[in-house]
């Protein structure tokens, strides 16, 4: 059973581009949630969809915008990369299942994005 | 103050030790309380998931929540080489909610 998936590992931009990363949630699970970590700090939350809605947000600025699919996969945007959005991001799957079980967010392996 | 306070360490111990790890929170209104393992360069590990106050065991771990206090505590018994990671403890109001989390721990296990 595959986990959290996301590519690309690595991405290397440079100010004022725009970059794409990708997620795949683990089987089952319906809500995505992404995350930007920055090099010593826990990880600080973007936003989260579900049923192809963002149904929170965090508080970053209207340059990070996402999607969902109907297969539950996940695409998160930057717009007019600054420096300081270099950063592990991470995707998350949580979900219940239909006998009732619920599980909470699960990671995956992040995206490592540097701006220069 | 932070929602979340996490002493960043980093904090080494003699492999076979008992390690202890903690963090406070200011939101009373967290109910489900979380243990992440990251890796160095690696996604965050759920360890542990509990939700309101008590104790939970798994293995050689232990996660213990005193909401009255707003404190909660991770536990590893007879701590390995390969438990050297940095620990984050991570909140959420509702299940399904964003989690916030502390800054990390980082536990270095000495052979």
């Known amino acids: 059973d595959a986990g959290v998936t996301q590519s690309p590992t690595h991405l290397i931009k440079t100010r004022g581009q725009q970059v794409t990363l990708r997620c795949s949630p683990k089987s089952g699970h319906d809500t995505v949630s992404w995350y930007q970590q920055a090099l010593g700090q826990g990880p600080q939350f973007i936003f989260q969809y579900y049923e192809e809605e963002e149904r929170q947000r965090g508080n970053f600025p209207d340059r990070f915008s996402g999607h969902q699919f109907p297969n539950y996969s996940s695409e998160l945007n930057v717009n007019a990369l600054l420096l300081g959005d270099s950063a592990l991001y991470l995707c998350?799957?949580?979900?219940?299942?239909?006998?009732?079980?619920?599980?909470?967010?699960?990671f995956g392996p992040g995206t490592r994005l540097l701006v220069l | 103050q932070k929602e979340v306070e996490q002493d960043p360490g980093p904090l080494s111990v003699p492999e076979g030790a008992i390690v202890s790890l903690n963090c406070t929170y200011s939101?009373?209104?967290?109910?489900?309380f979380m243990w992440y393992r990251q890796y160095s360069r690696k996604g965050p590990e759920l360890l542990m998931y509990t939700y309101s106050s008590g104790n939970k065991e798994d293995g050689r771990f232990t996660a213990q929540v005193d909401k009255s206090s707003k404190y909660i505590s991770l536990f590893i018994r007879d701590s390995q080489p390969s438990d050297s990671a940095t620990y984050l403890c991570?909140?959420?109001?509702?299940?399904?909610?964003?989690?916030?989390f502390g800054k990390g721990t980082r536990l270095h296990i000495l052979p």
């Open positions: 991570a909140m959420s109001v509702n299940r399904d909610d964003k989690i916030i």
């Open positions: 998350a799957s949580s979900g219940e299942w239909t006998s009732g079980r619920y599980e909470t967010q699960y």
């Open positions: 939101n009373s209104a967290f109910q489900y």
